[in-house]
């Protein structure tokens, strides 16, 4: 056989094996780049464009980076409200996480109506999804009524400074979030654990070691990849959270006619720049720590 038969039996023989696969991932494929990948490179060439909508379309005037350097230069609001949101959002993202690891090492326990309780802390992440959550925070239901009642900003000014008062504040004021926020976080803790052999818990039981013990030996370094997966997708699911100030900040942009679309699409990547610098660090740092204790993905 030659080598141009050769090739083209190479070629029939991966079209055959790879086709039907390629053929089911068509429609995801066709589905991606129109809604996504299409509207994406719009939004970051809009960004470096001042658009006008006029009675012909869309009218685009050239700026390079000037709507860029706008956000942090002229805009009073928007650099205030991402460092003070991320401020927030860097403190909460561990305390949902370690919330959800304590509640699902609980909920993993064998006692009666474990069921139920795995259902009832679940139940938030269906509820108070996008206009529901909106509505309820609106309502007023999402407040903690104590934080007024007891008057404690002075107190907490007192303790961690004036300059950190606001952010301490704003997560109390975010404790309910802590709840709801939380439940599928503790639903891939708890299948996470499912993972670890009940052998190797008895046999550190049958050593003399205790439960605590067996926690920070066993079921935490067992559960690093897990505590990785729940931390990027905290942060993705707060940094879209629908009362976002910085995300409503970029959508009044939109609608203003001496900023427009090209300005807001300039606010939308600087956050969306800051958000991928977050993954990557927690990514790396996980990454790391999961190399170091021999732990494998």
């Given at each position: 056989m030659d080598i141009k038969s050769r090739k083209r039996a190479e070629l029939k023989y991966h079209a055959s094996r790879y086709g039907i696969g390629l053929l089911f991932m068509l429609p995801w494929?066709?589905?991606?780049?129109?809604?996504?990948?299409?509207p994406v490179c719009w939004s970051l060439f809009m960004s470096f464009n001042k658009v006008q909508i006029g009675v012909g379309g869309f009218k685009y005037e050239w700026l390079g980076l000037r709507n860029f350097r706008?956000?942090?230069?002229?805009?009073?609001?928007?650099?205030?409200?991402?460092?003070?949101?991320?401020?927030q959002m860097l403190?909460?993202?561990?305390?949902?996480?370690?919330?959800?690891?304590?509640?699902?090492?609980?909920?993993?326990?064998n006692f009666p109506g474990r069921f139920i309780f795995r259902a009832l802390f679940f139940l938030p992440v269906i509820f108070a999804t996008g206009q529901v959550l909106s509505e309820?925070?609106?309502?007023?239901?999402?407040?903690v009524p104590f934080l007024?009642?007891?008057?404690?900003?002075?107190?907490?000014?007192?303790?961690?400074?004036?300059?950190?008062?606001?952010?301490?504040?704003?997560?109390?004021?975010?404790?309910v979030l802590i709840l709801w926020y939380s439940g599928v976080q503790i639903l891939i803790f708890i299948a996470g654990f499912q993972t670890i052999s009940p052998s190797v818990y008895e046999a550190v039981r049958m050593d003399g070691a205790t439960p605590w013990d067996s926690f920070w030996k066993i079921t935490l370094p067992a559960s690093m990849p897990f505590i990785s997966l729940n931390m990027l997708y905290t942060i993705i699911d707060l940094f879209t959270f629908p009362l976002n100030p910085v995300l409503a900040h970029i959508k009044d942009n939109m609608f203003?006619?001496?900023?427009?679309?090209?300005?807001?699409?300039a606010?939308?990547?600087?956050?969306?720049?800051?958000?991928?610098?977050?993954?990557?660090?927690?990514?790396?740092?996980?990454?790391?720590?999961m190399k170091r204790g021999g732990v494998r993905r």
């Open positions: 494929s066709i589905g991606f780049i129109l809604f996504v990948l299409i706008d956000a942090f230069l002229k805009d009073n609001i928007f650099p205030v409200e991402l460092i003070t949101y991320f401020q403190l909460m993202i561990p305390i949902i996480v370690l919330f959800a690891l304590l509640i699902a090492v609980m909920l993993n326990q309820l925070f609106l309502q007023g239901v999402g407040d007024a009642q007891y008057n404690l900003e002075p107190l907490v000014q007192q303790y961690v400074g004036p300059q950190f008062t606001e952010t301490i504040m704003g997560i109390l004021e975010r404790a203003k006619p001496d900023t427009g679309y090209g300005y807001a699409s606010l939308a990547w600087i956050y969306f720049a800051f958000i991928f610098l977050l993954i990557a660090i927690v990514l790396g740092i996980f990454g790391r720590k």
